[in-house]
């Protein structure tokens, strides 16, 4: 005798109950765009709290010890890992330890030690570039506004945020790396995909004295728990937040 519907749906729910006691993956739900709502305030909240609950202490990854340290090695990890940058700062800070410094040297000197980054040339060139604007224009003192920031070379909204935040507390924007960018469309709090767009969807939807706390936490989920090509869903603390449909594994 066929079973009734009733009977199916029971079934299917016994059988997905038993799969997440297993810790077995599952597909997540599909639902319906009219029925949830992303950016509700008590989402956005509820993502925050668990954010802050996972990495109450989450700094940025770039080894600095000034203002000056940070800008340089925010510009060298345009396309490069952090770990990698950390490889390469001792040596460059050693030789170069203040803007008046690298503001002397010539582009090629910076070339041996940078060398094993990604465009490297370019890279060397933005920090004799930079440190001239920090010596000529401000002082030798990296500036402290999103404005003057942007006038030195290789100091996009990225670096300059980074520097604004991490070293100067001053919550001017979100940084939006890789990792940000990527962890955003996930958590649907943007669908842009263009890291101005997308600063200024998430700076529109989180409290400001977010801002800076935010970027750090959600780069370190996605470099130890969201990972772009396998998510680990199972040891996730935002995966009740989240129903991207590339998850690996899903309780709703």
């Not at 909240?45 to 000034?66: E, F, R």
């Not at 910076?110 to 465009?119: G, K, R, T």
């Not at 470099?223 to 937040?241: G, V």
């Amino acid at each position: 005798m066929a079973k009734s519907a009733a009977a199916k749906k029971s079934a299917a729910k016994a059988a997905r109950a038993r799969k997440i006691a297993a810790k077995e993956p599952v597909a997540p739900k599909k639902r319906s765009g009219a029925t949830r709502k992303p950016l509700a305030l008590e989402r956005i909240a509820a993502i925050l709290d668990a954010l802050q609950k996972t990495y109450p202490n989450a700094v940025c990854a770039l080894h600095h010890g000034n203002a000056w340290e940070l800008t340089v090695a925010t510009i060298l990890s345009a396309q490069c890992t952090d770990a990698r940058v950390n490889m390469v700062t001792p040596a460059l800070f050693h030789a170069y330890p203040t803007p008046r410094e690298m503001a002397a040297a010539q582009t090629e000197d910076l070339q041996p030690i940078l060398a094993s980054l990604s465009f490297f040339r370019q890279k060397s060139k933005s920090l004799v570039g930079a440190a001239k604007v920090v010596v000529q224009e401000f002082g030798g003192e990296v500036p402290q506004t999103m404005d003057e920031m942007l006038r030195i070379p290789g100091a996009a909204r990225k670096t300059s945020n980074v520097v604004l935040g991490s070293w100067y507390g001053i919550a001017s924007g979100v940084v939006v790396d890789t990792h940000v960018l990527r962890l955003s469309r996930r958590l649907e709090l943007t669908t842009n995909d263009d890291p101005v767009k997308v600063e200024r969807d998430l700076m529109a939807i989180l409290p400001q004295d977010r801002w800076i706390d935010f970027s750090h936490q959600l780069i370190h989920h996605g470099r130890q728990i969201c990972e772009a090509r396998k998510p680990k869903c199972l040891d996730c603390s935002l995966e009740t937040s989240c129903n991207s449909g590339d998850k690996t594994w899903s309780s709703h």
